[in-house]
Nanobody, 121 residues
Framework: VQLQASGGGLVQAGGSLRLSCASS????????MGWFRQAPGKAREFVAV????????YYAESVKGRFTISRDNAKNTMYLQMNSLNSADTAVYYC???????????????WGQGTQVTVSN
């Protein structure tokens, strides 16, 4: 399974972006798909995760109410709608696949290459 993240870019504070994560390869049937991010000089951190089958979602406190994770099972694609962006959201965003719902990075076995999001003041 290969994951391809896209949709990053430069946006002004208060703006919005939508990230996509498309999968390819053998039959895609994850239990959970998540988004992580890594800001310069910081460790990678959990952002959000979605149960691929039920659509249940979970978020980091820092993005709750501003970000929305979703998936399109037919297209094998996951999304992250990011609203009210601020400079603290500047990071490389990664999508990843796991066999259970978790915020723990080590549980995710397949990773996309990352897409840069830069929020300017």
């Amino acid at each position: 399974v290969q994951l391809q993240a896209s949709g990053g870019g430069l946006v002004q504070a208060g703006g919005s972006l939508r990230l996509s994560c498309a999968s390819s390869g053998r039959t895609f049937s994850p239990y959970a798909m998540g988004w992580f991010r890594q800001a310069p000089g910081k460790a990678r951190e959990f952002v959000a995760v979605v149960n691929w089958n039920t659509g249940d979602t979970y978020y980091a406190e820092s993005v709750k109410g501003r970000f929305t994770i979703s998936r399109d099972n037919a297209k094998n694609t996951m999304y992250l709608q990011m609203n009210s962006l601020n400079s603290a959201d500047t990071a490389v965003y990664y999508c990843a696949r796991a066999s259970y719902i978790t915020y723990q990075e080590q549980a995710y076995r397949n990773w996309g290459q990352g897409t840069q999001v830069t929020v300017s003041n």
